[in-house]
């Protein structure tokens, strides 16, 4: 079975205008990390935002936040007030068992279109 | 701080042909991953450390080796290169949860 799965292969969305995209995931840890990247059409992975298994909030990063669902296991990405350079491929991330090195698995990836 | 820096950013190999992608960081972070993304695709692991002379399989090892004599320095070598080692590969550090990455290398194999 998957561990992290992002269902939604492609989106548009109207600049200034909110997008969510569906990140769910698979663990039996009880301490876990849940991580957005994004990846323009340049190449490079930027990180945007951080959520811990524990953290009571959804974490918030400027004009990005991330919507935690610990029981349905659901970490969506919101973005808020879309802007034309926000078009690019985001990727949810999930590390888990933090002894063995922090490692990431990665979902498939959502690539986003933002329309003028 | 330059971050993560991979070298060389494309190369093109000929079958059978061996090489050394090298990935540098300046954060002093002592975790460092090797990722590659093929076309389309999220990131696949494929080898990790925790630590200056410690290093350990992730999910896709076969074909590839690596070393960690530094802090910094974190090489993965291709031995006898594939078509299916075509792939942008990734590295990347962390001192705790997150991963910085580099700007990436693409490998063509012909």
């Known amino acids: 079975a998957q561990k992290i799965t992002q269902t939604q292969p492609g989106m548009f969305v109207q600049e200034k205008e909110a997008v969510t995209l569906d990140c769910t995931y698979d663990?039996?840890?009880?301490?876990?990390?849940l991580f957005w990247y994004k990846q323009p059409s340049s190449g490079e992975m930027i990180f945007l935002i951080y959520?811990?298994?524990?953290?009571?909030q959804n974490a918030t990063e400027g004009r990005y936040s991330l919507n935690f669902q610990k029981a349905r296991k659901s970490a969506n990405l919101v973005i808020s007030a879309s802007q034309l350079g926000d078009s690019a491929m985001y990727f949810c991330?999930?590390?888990?068992?933090?002894?063995?090195?922090?490692?990431?698995?990665f979902g498939g990836g959502t690539r986003v279109l933002v329309k003028p | 701080n330059a971050g993560v820096t991979q070298t060389p950013k494309f190369r093109i190999l000929k079958i059978g042909q061996s090489m050394t992608l090298q990935c540098t960081q300046d954060?002093?972070?002592?975790?460092m991953y090797w990722y590659r993304q093929d076309p389309g695709m999220g990131l696949k692991l494929i080898y990790y450390?925790?630590?200056?002379?410690?290093?350990d399989k992730g999910e896709v090892p076969n074909g590839y080796n690596v070393s960690r004599s530094t802090t910094e320095d974190f090489p993965l070598r291709l031995e006898l290169a594939a078509p299916s080692q075509t792939s942008v590969y990734f590295c990347?550090?962390?001192?705790?949860?997150?991963?910085?990455f580099g700007p990436g290398t693409r490998l063509l194999v012909l």
């Open positions: 990347a550090s962390s001192a705790e949860e997150t991963q910085y």
């Open positions: 663990t039996s840890d009880q301490s876990y990390g």
């Open positions: 959520q811990g298994s524990y953290d009571e």
């Open positions: 991330a999930m590390r888990e068992n933090k002894a063995a090195g922090n490692k990431l698995t």
């Open positions: 954060m002093n972070h002592n975790y």
């Open positions: 450390s925790v630590g200056a002379g410690i290093t």
